[in-house]
């Protein structure tokens, strides 16, 4: 467990440098955006802790920084020198606190669950019996490969087991090669886990000596740089170690931020307070692992991977200090973010597999053959040839995104082989500038598929957002937003589902959906009492029956008959009120008629339960989005 401290971006001032310190640190092999991520969310991270409990060194109430190898400035937060230990005991009380968490210990997962290519759970091993386990979404969480090296800062039964049944299953893997070697452990000549000399002491002061008590090395260089170091220090000197000074430090300080190291370093036979200690390099991080995205998620279905199992791109070659806890602590909650919000939507959205075979595939393969009638001119001539290249998806304005799902299948349908990465879900605020998803794949494609899929998009999150923007205004009411079938043609499944993401609610998807009665249905049957009735006579009695009036004439007559459900179709703001007071409860009312955004607020108190406006679909403008920088790989 980490014994240093957990990073924290300190202040919007604070960005820049911290970006800069764990990309150099990592040789700038580092995932830019993963970087990025991890930082933006290191606040909201800290908060978490502390709301759970966590205790991190004070002073006056505020928070005291301390700073690390590799770092530019104090970012630091610490608990004495068991910051691990303190933020993992008490993340566990939290655990015991949920009657929904199941810990079993003593459990041993020995493979995973696969069917058809996804993942639905674990093989374990209890007491002797072999146990299966099922889930929807299964994390692994089974740490680093520490214990197959003879000298390591990690656990012996950390040997990368994750890691084995991955690639029994084809789960694609990263940097598997980029090992880190922490340059201080103390020494001991026996075999076995090393005890780790926290960074924090050289970021506190603390100096490296060779056997002549000669410093060799600038100590708060990044870790692989030190190591080196001390490696080739220890091969001139012809020693197993060199040595560490705690003593630059401070006696008072050495106490109270390193007593676990003072009294391990005890019992060990030094005294910190008057010698230096022996100190060697030894393997202490992985940075590679199952290979995951920005929510966690593997290349297997319902399988997402963190902490040190997985490699997400943000430490790059070398980790930087302190970096470990907060990465995967961000990066557990993105997953456990994406799993909720995937429950959440299971029922909500509708584009499953057979859905998009059935329902969806022909209407993108329509719009591309529109735009795509014999060849692509433009691309075929500056791409004759098959090439791989990367195109970033770029958010213009801000909004909520919607349609991702049909803004990829465009290009698979495409060729299978496109690769597409989002950095974003459909529901999420994005902002202009943001970077939201990577498409990666035969150039040709990219150029043929790009309008196609930015149509969609566009369309389908300019709904979304024209929609969240009414709801707002009904946010503190119990009305539901319902939308109309004033859809583009070919379009509405697109439009409906925008509608939903933006928080609004869909009326009738087609003729066949229900029985809502219109003033021409009317017309056509003699009046609304007797529309209402042969409504009743023919459609089954499980059917609800909506009828749309315009004055209070019609409101009677709909009441007398026993409509289910009154459209108060374009009524000024006193016959609604009328209307309102007469139905009086005897019947659901929905109300439309010119409902916007700009003159819905004025319903929000009158008692209704429905509010239906068609400029959710056909007033919505689109959301500025671009796909930019292609470029050949």
């Not at 007559?557 to 108060?568: H, N, P, Q, T, W």
Request: proline letters at 2%; glycine letters at 8%; one cysteine or more.
């Amino acid at each position: 467990m980490a014994q240093g401290g957990i990073c924290v971006q300190r202040d919007d001032n604070d960005y820049d440098s911290y970006f800069e310190d764990t990309m150099k640190a990592g040789h700038y092999e580092n995932r830019k955006e993963s970087v990025d991520i991890m930082i933006r969310f290191s606040r909201e991270i800290i908060e978490d802790l502390v709301s759970y409990g966590v205790e991190f060194e004070k002073k006056d109430g505020e928070f005291v920084y301390t700073r690390e190898g590799a770092h530019s400035k104090p970012r630091i937060l610490y608990h004495e020198d068991i910051t691990g230990q303190e933020i993992t005991s008490k993340l566990l009380e939290r655990a015991k606190e949920r009657k929904n968490i199941s810990i079993y210990e003593y459990t041993a997962m020995t493979d995973i669950l696969e069917e058809n290519g996804q993942c639905i759970g674990i093989l374990a091993e209890h007491e002797g019996a072999e146990w299966k386990i099922y889930a929807e979404n299964t994390i692994l969480a089974s740490g680093g490969i520490g214990g197959r090296y003879q000298h390591s800062t990690n656990f012996p039964h950390l040997t990368g087991d994750a890691l084995d049944i991955g690639k029994k299953h084809g789960i694609r893997m990263e940097h598997l090669d980029y090992v880190q070697i922490h340059p201080t452990t103390l020494y001991s000549k026996r075999p076995g886990r090393r005890f780790l000399i926290s960074e924090s002491v050289r970021g506190e002061g603390a100096v490296l000596y060779n056997s002549k008590k000669e410093r060799f090395v600038n100590e708060l260089l990044p870790r692989d740089v030190v190591a080196e170091a001390i490696f080739k220090q220890m091969e001139k000197d012809q020693t197993d170690y060199v040595y560490e000074d705690l003593r630059p430090i401070g006696k008072e300080e050495i106490a109270s931020h390193f007593p676990h190291i003072v009294e391990h370093c005890k019992e060990k036979g030094y005294d910190v307070f008057k010698e230096p200690i022996p100190v060697v390099p030894a393997q202490h991080y992985f940075m590679g692992g199952i290979k995951v995205d920005y929510d966690s998620h593997t290349s297997m279905k319902h399988l997402y991977a963190i902490g040190e199992t997985a490699c997400n791109g943000v430490h790059g070659k070398n980790r930087l200090a302190s970096n470990s806890l907060l990465e995967s602590l961000v990066f557990a909650k993105r997953a456990a973010k994406r799993i909720e919000k995937s429950l959440k939507e299971r029922n909500h959205y509708m584009f499953d597999q057979t859905t998009l075979k059935l329902n969806v595939d022909p209407l993108i393969i329509s719009a591309l053959k529109e735009d795509i009638t014999s060849e692509d001119v433009s691309t075929n001539s500056v791409m004759p040839f098959s090439k791989t290249g990367v195109v970033d998806l770029i958010c213009k304005e801000d909004g909520i995104i919607c349609g991702l799902q049909i803004f990829e299948r465009t290009f698979e349908l495409l060729d299978e082989a496109c690769d597409v990465e989002f950095f974003a879900s459909d529901g999420d605020h994005v902002e202009k500038g943001q970077l939201l998803g990577r498409v990666k794949g035969d150039v040709r494609v990219l150029l043929s598929g790009e309008r196609v899929a930015l149509n969609y998009l566009q369309r389908m999150s300019g709904i979304a957002t024209y929609t969240a923007n009414v709801q707002e205004y009904l946010k503190d009411s119990s009305i539901r937003l319902l939308d109309t079938r004033k859809t583009t043609p070919n379009n509405r499944i697109f439009e409906k589902y925008a509608v939903r993401v933006g928080g609004g609610h869909n009326h009738r998807y087609n003729l066949s959906d229900g029985v809502l009665l219109k003033d021409n249905h009317i017309g056509a049957a003699g009046g609304v009492k007797e529309a209402i009735m042969l409504a009743k006579e023919y459609a089954p009695f499980v059917r609800k029956i909506e009828i749309e009036v315009e004055n209070m004439d019609m409101v009677k007559e709909a009441v007398e008959a026993g409509a289910d459900i009154i459209m108060l179709d374009n009524m000024d703001d006193d016959m609604l009120k009328e209307a309102i007071a007469y139905i009086d409860h005897r019947a659901e009312i929905e109300v439309s008629g010119n409902v916007t955004k700009e003159n819905i607020a004025r319903l929000t108190n009158l008692g209704v339960d429905y509010v239906s406006s068609g400029a959710l679909t056909h007033s919505a403008p689109i959301l500025d989005l671009s796909l930019k920088n292609l470029h050949v790989l």
